[in-house]
C-alpha cells in the first residue's frame, strides 16, 4: 500500500477547494494554513489562532469535509494545530462580575473621569463617534481578518478567543473608525453594555489627575466596571511607568472577569519601545491584526 505525503494530499485538497470558492477568500483563509503531518486517515493542519479555526468551522467546514474526503476516502478526517503563545494560559474559568453589590445600587460611588464623581452608572458616556459604523468603513482586500474579526466580537464581546484585540497599522488607515466601529455595533445589539473608548493621552491626563487628587482607587475601580475599554494609541504608553502600572491592573481585571478589550497602536506590540514586557506579553493573548491599506467607496470620508 502506497504511503501518501501530507504536503500532496494537502495540496490536492487545496485545489479541490479553489474550484469552491472566490479567489479572495481562498487567499485569506487558505493560504496562510500549513499542513503538518498525515497519519492513517488524519490530516494535521496549523491555523495561526483560535478565531482562524473557528472561522473555517463556521463557513467553510463543508467544504473542507468534502476535499478531505475525496483525497483520504469516507473515513478520512481533519485536525487542527492552533497556534497559541507559551505564556498564554487559557481558563474555562465563569466570569464574575466585578464589584457584585456596589455596582447594582442606583448611585455608583466612584470617581468618573469623563464627568463627575457620583454619576449614576447608567449614564457613563461611551465618548464614541456615532459616526464610526461598518457601513462606512470599507476594508481593503488585505483587511478583511480585521473586519471580521471585529464583527465577530460585537456578536460576542469578551466571548471570543481574540481578547484582547490589537489592531495596528499607519495612521490613516482606519484603526480609530474600526474600533469605534465595534464599539457601537456591541451598543446597538446589547444597549446595557457598558462601552467606553478613551484615547491614551487622555487615560494617561486621567491618570496623572487621580494621582494629584489621590483618587487612585476610584479611577481603577471606575474603568473596571466597564463591560468593552477601548483604548487607542497605546503607543503613546511609552516612557509612562506610572500609567503602565495603573493600566495593567485595569487590563488584568477586565481580562480575568471576561470583558472585551481593543487596542490600537502605529506598530505592532512588539515593537513598542519604552513599555514593560508583562504589558506586551497581554497584548499578545489574543488578536493581533495589521491594517495594510484603506480602500474607500466613492463618496466616503477618509476617516482616520
Known sequence: MMIKDHVIVWNNCLNIIKKSIDAQPFKTWFEPIKVVKLT?????????????????????????????????????????????????KISSTTAV????????????????????PGIKRMKIDSQLNSIYTFENFVDGDCNKFPGSAGLAIAKKPGGTAFNPLVIYGD????????????????????????????????????????????????????????????????????NRPKTQEIFFNIFNQLHQTGKQIILTSDRSPKDLV??????????????????????????????K
Not at 491614551?200 to 463591560?227: G, H, L, R
Open 40 to 88: 492513517a486517515d488524519v490530516l494535521t493542519i496549523q491555523v495561526p489562532n483560535k478565531f482562524f479555526y473557528e472561522w473555517l468551522e463556521e463557513h467553510y467546514v463543508d467544504i473542507l469535509k468534502k476535499a478531505v474526503k475525496q483525497e483520504l476516502g469516507y473515513n478520512g478526517r481533519l485536525e487542527y494545530n492552533i497556534l497559541v503563545e507559551n505564556h498564554r
Open 97 to 116: 462580575p466585578v464589584i457584585q453589590n456596589k455596582v447594582e445600587q442606583e448611585e455608583a460611588k466612584f470617581l468618573n473621569p469623563f464627568v463627575i
Open 171 to 238: 495612521v490613516g488607515l482606519g484603526k480609530t473608525h474600526l474600533s469605534q466601529a465595534i464599539g457601537n455595533e456591541i451598543l446597538a445589539k446589547y444597549p446595557d453594555k457598558h462601552v467606553l473608548y478613551v484615547t491614551t493621552e487622555k487615560f494617561t491626563n486621567q491618570v496623572i489627575q487621580a494621582i494629584k487628587s489621590n483618587a487612585v482607587n476610584d479611577f481603577m475601580n471606575f474603568y473596571q466596571m466597564i463591560d468593552v475599554l477601548i483604548i487607542d494609541d497605546i503607543q503613546f504608553l511609552s
Open 274 to 303: 519604552d513599555v514593560e514586557a508583562r504589558l506586551i506579553s497581554r497584548f499578545k493573548w489574543g488578536l493581533v491584526a495589521d491594517l495594510k491599506y484603506r480602500i474607500l467607496k466613492p463618496g466616503c470620508v477618509f476617516w
